[in-house]
């Protein structure tokens, strides 16, 4: 059980989060070393509601609705399985420092309830209880960006702390 936050700013990218309970894992297709959760902010270019994506790698035999096309996409960082979604109250500004939080608690012996925070305003509150569930793990930073919006982001302040 712990809180992890990070203060985050935009300098161009679509998206930026945290990588949570999660846990490295020796394989040789490239892109299934990681496993575990993470909470980002997407960044909107059109005036649509930023949002927080909360997400999962998941098993090729525990994929959700929608299974890998290939095998070697389980567990792969571009085939990850949609927790929970929420529009912020307000759009992020570029260039411009925002808080990160997420909180993660065991609650049961096969479910975690995660919350994630931006900017102290709760935008995601799940209980993950199906499938693979990860309870332990430690947590790193997410950037996403695309070609001509390359993720440029800068992160300071990184603090994680025990949950009671």
């Not at 890998?68 to 571009?78: A, G, I, K, M, Q």
């Not at 109250?89 to 608690?105: F, K, S």
Request: charged share 30%.
């Amino acid at each position: 059980n712990y809180r992890a936050r990070v203060k985050f700013n935009v300098h161009g990218g679509k998206k930026a989060g945290l990588w949570f309970l999660g846990t490295y894992q020796n394989v040789e297709t490239r892109g299934q070393w990681f496993v575990g959760y993470y909470c980002m902010v997407a960044v909107k270019d059109d005036k649509a509601n930023d949002d927080v994506q909360l997400k999962q790698m998941r098993t090729y035999d525990d994929y959700g609705e929608y299974p890998p096309v290939d095998e070697r996409n389980s567990y792969h960082f571009t085939n990850p399985f949609d927790l929970a979604e929420g529009d912020l109250a307000q759009n992020l500004e570029d260039n411009e420092w925002d808080e990160l939080t997420v909180e993660v608690r065991t609650v049961a012996e096969n479910a975690v309830n995660i919350k994630c925070y931006v900017d102290d305003e709760l935008v995601i509150d799940h209980t993950d209880s199906e499938g693979d569930v990860f309870t332990k793990g430690t947590i790193g930073l997410k950037t996403y960006g695309s070609q001509g919006d390359y993720a440029v982001m800068t992160f300071d302040d990184v603090i994680v702390e025990p949950l009671d």
